[in-house]
């Protein structure tokens, strides 16, 4: 059953878009977050330190990909990264729930704005629009 999930999220990773992957990606960080905090109030401090650690790397991943050049925006999300990240590192060192908490909010605000945004129709490219008053059929 394992192998059958992975291979359905490798095709599905292949076949997304950019913005379903970027979805994706914080679908990720929003259940290695809640893994990890499950696994401190169990007391599994390994398991939750891993946890986030796989959190981390996400936010890393969404940090170091944007496109600085796209102005005030990237720099907004880059912002917001670089908190989340340090949210994260406090939440490990302190073993405090709150921290996680914080993180997730803002991660899941981003979250659906993303998922508005990859499900949006994109318009399509100027070079693809059909010719006007061509007789396709015959």
């Known amino acids: 059953m ?8 490798q095709h599905t990773a ?19 977050a809640a893994q990890a905090k499950a696994a401190y109030a169990r007391g599994d401090l390994g398991e939750g330190g891993g946890r ?13 990909t944007l496109d600085m050049t ?4 990237s720099r907004n999300l880059a912002g917001i990264y670089d908190y989340v990240g340090e949210r994260l590192t406090a939440a490990r060192l302190a073993v405090d729930a709150a921290a ?5 909010r803002h991660m899941q605000d981003l979250r659906g704005a993303w998922a508005q ?7 399509r490219a100027s070079g693809s629009r059909p010719a006007v008053g061509v007789d396709l059929a015959g």
């Not at 394992?2 to 999220?9: I, K, M, N």
């Not at 992957?21 to 914080?26: E, I």
């Not at 945004?117 to 318009?123: F, H, L």
């Open 2 to 9: 394992l192998t059958e999930a992975r291979q359905y999220t």
């Open 14 to 32: 292949h076949t997304a878009g950019p913005g379903q992957l970027v979805v994706m990606l914080y679908d990720g960080f929003l259940r290695f």
């Open 52 to 64: 986030l650690t796989r959190a981390q790397d996400i936010v890393t991943e969404l940090r170091v």
């Open 70 to 73: 796209q102005g005030e925006i």
């Open 100 to 104: 996680i908490d914080e993180a997730v």
């Open 117 to 123: 945004i990859a499900a949006a129709p994109r318009p």
